[in-house]
């Protein structure tokens, strides 16, 4: 099982044992007084919601022992509260058989005054099957109180044990006295708990965080308190006693004097408090080293509840003078203290170090773990104060980055800092791609996988979510709804968005993250069905890069205008178009907003990571040797864009990075000669050519101007030799092959993909696909990183169905592919657009691009489906690998075949968008090579087809009969076959 935060893994192991049920043994008029002049479970339920306690518990009543003993009989209850007064019955005789029917049932007995007749009763009373007495003085937290004690004393052994959870003893046999400390005890310690649970990431993780409040266990002798002492004494957080009581079986009157001497005498950072009637006591308690209470002080319980605030580490932490006690500064949390700490006098830091406050304040706060850190962490005789301080400032910074990592926080200004990596802004959804995001970083810490590569730092880049909820909320508020729905053309719309205000609580919280990330920011789309199981929607939203420079004000104006173009790319047509095809209604459709800091390294006028690669689980297209379950990876150099849009990148296998890889450009001799970088000095501005997404192609010259960036990256053409050198120093072409990478282990780029990969399988599922970039050009100290961008299932088609092609349609096909993709049977299609071959020439493909549109068109308004037949990488932003259509533009193709053609030969590519939602759609993929022996296609039977249509470069034929057409993916075998 995974949790959401591995600082919380003890807390919801805690405060196992609750009382939801409690039965209330009194007459009908103490019943009148509790339920209708003291409000009993009425205040209950108000003290529980008011200190955000969950679960307030039931309260039953009977008014006789016999109907009690028969609901404990019948029912569960937890906690019994019984009346001394119940006429003629006897509570002790009645504790008896309760103790009978159930041994561990806890048994109050309640007196309604401290003047009520049978109080004599409570005065040194030794029955034992009655485990508490306390007055009811008409204050309902009495019975906080009650329900409270005994549940700590449930849990007592289990929380310290489990979690370090303190424990506050109170030495008290006045029954008087303890009914009144303990409802101001515990209101006291439940308010602390509430204020310091504020740091924590999320409500979960505030709702876990109340179970680590300190406890509090009564001991009523002597002994007893010896025993609590020395069982729980490494958890204790202070002991609150009295001056006398029994010990030995007498009357002690400095019973808490001895006490007190022998706890301080083993651990003297313990608080001692000692309170006492008799006002003379005062000194031999200072004298002992404890603090001093008188009893009958009118202000009792305020001068208690300041004792427990400022010597338990309640409230803020107050770094003093330690010759005058002047306050220097205060610390509410620990953010707060990890940013003071710095500029604290090494004197003051002395000071409170050696007293072992840090550590008690943690604890107080319910930091167990942190607190266990920096317990022993203590200044030398005679040692340097200022290198102690140095270590805590790192503890408390490691320690609150290394909580967030996996982990969902919930986004504050008071809070964001460099130590939160994933934080959400709204109640909303994060949208596919963001819940892929924090499912897989969730899953990375639970696995431990970053462990196994500690020379690495692998993680998901700082990332905010802007929940669904905000993008509703702008739609709502700017009357956008009906523009929403219009056919308008895209910049129109983006126009539209880019001039309506965001709500001024968003723009405050984006303010605050550009004060936190100060290099480039991307910021990408997560709708609601984006990376979804069947329909990933890849690359059909908007992705804008920010090079966030110049001044705050024009950082959060780009931001801003960022978050809307996201937000209007949900209306673009191309969106529209494939949520038509996918059966979505556009009111379906919501829009959260991924806003990360973008993975690389500055290099002269630009950034750009030194490796972006996607990874696959599934390899549709094994070479020899391989198996489809190897996976395959495709890497460039620069940013993915590469990759994901043009799929011009160099192919590798994960479980054989060794074996010669394939650059999957133009052919298959060439190398990568251009990459995508950000400009850092141009600004953002969505509204010209290319200024959504903002990034620039470079030629690599561009790169081997910083040396640095190509290392283990590059190879050196020797012209004289004709052989590769790995020195990047060496003189000649450099040639973009990634050897010091995948062939000599310089970066264990393969094995963390491969890792990845089958924990993404495993933990979805399903075959994946990841999207990650490296950067090695990270200033030390810190590491080289790994950073997932992301993470989506493969949607893999009809599986369902086992195709069966014959051997006469094998014979008889026009077009049979041995390399194929997806799974089944289509017997309505009977028109196909095909490639005029003669006519191919690779410097027209954006003219085919805009000829294919047009037929599409007219499929479109048809409403008929069709075989596409084209030359290349269909898809490809590079028009010089294939057509660079969109998908809007081929929306009715079903079947697609790309073929090679002599003298122009590109490999198929896997890791692009294009190619992730054609087969999501469950359109069939065929790849032929007649020239090479791979496949056949018999083009005289395709032209021997009427012609329905004609352009330059394509042919429109329509069948008289459908077509047969039969892909059969477990035998990577397709057939198309033209009925006569």
Known sequence: ????????????????????????????????????????????????TQLGLNNPPKITHTSCGEEALALIAQRKFELVITMLDLGPESVEQLAASIKQLDPQMPVIALSPSSSHKRNKLLKGSDCQDIDYFFYWQGDPTIFLAMIKLVEDRMNLDHDTKAADVQVIILVEDSIRFYSSYLPMMYTCLIQQNRSAILEALNNWGRTLRMRGRPKIVLARTYEEAVSLYTTYRHNILGIITDMAYLREGEQDKYAGLALTRMVLSRDPEIPMLIQSSDSNAKESAEDSGAFFLWKHSSSLLFELNRFMTSHYGFGPFIFRDPTTMEEIARAETMRDLQRLLPSIPAESFDFHCRRNEFSRWLRAQSLYTLAARIKDLQIPAGGDAQEVQRQLIEIIRTYRSERTKGVIAQFSRNNYDETLFFSRIGGGSLGGKGRGLAFIDMVLRATKIPDKYPEVYLSIPRTVVVTTDQFTQFIEENNLKDITTADLPDETLLKIFLSKPLNPELVLNLAEIIQVIHQPICVRSSSLLEDSHYQPFAGVYETCMLPNRGSDDARLAELCDAVRAVWASTYFRSAKEYLKATEHMLEEEKMAVIIQQVIGSEHGSYWYPNISGVGRSLNYYPLGGEKPEDGVGMLSFGFGKAVVDNGSALRFSPSHPKRPAQYLGGNQTSSQHAFYGLNLTSGYHPLEEGGLENLELLDLSEAQQFPETLKYIA??????????????KAEG??????????????FPLAQIVKDVLSLGTQAMGKPVEIEFAVNLNRKAPKKQEFSLLQIRPIALGNEESDVNITDEERNNAAIYANVVMGNGRIEEISDIIYLKTDRFDASRMKDMAKELDKLNAQMVLSERDYALLVAGRLGSCDPWLGIPVTWSQISRSKVIIETGLQGFQVEPSQGTHFFQNMTSLGCLYLTINPSYRSGKLDLKRLQDLQIYDETEHFIHAHAEKPLTIKVNGFKQEGVIVIKS
């Open 733 to 746: 072409q450099k040639v973009i092959t990634f050897n010091g990478i995948l062939k000599y282990d310089a």
């Open 715 to 728: 190879s050196t053409y020797d012209m004289t030799t004709g052989g590769l050198s790995e020195s990047i």
């Open 1 to 48: 099982m995974y949790t959401l935060d591995p600082t919380w893994l003890p807390f919801s192991n805690l405060m196992l044992k609750h009382i939801y049920n409690v039965l209330l043994i009194c007459n009908d008029y103490d019943r009148f007084l509790l339920e209708e002049d003291g409000r009993v479970e009425e205040e209950l339920y108000l003290e529980y």
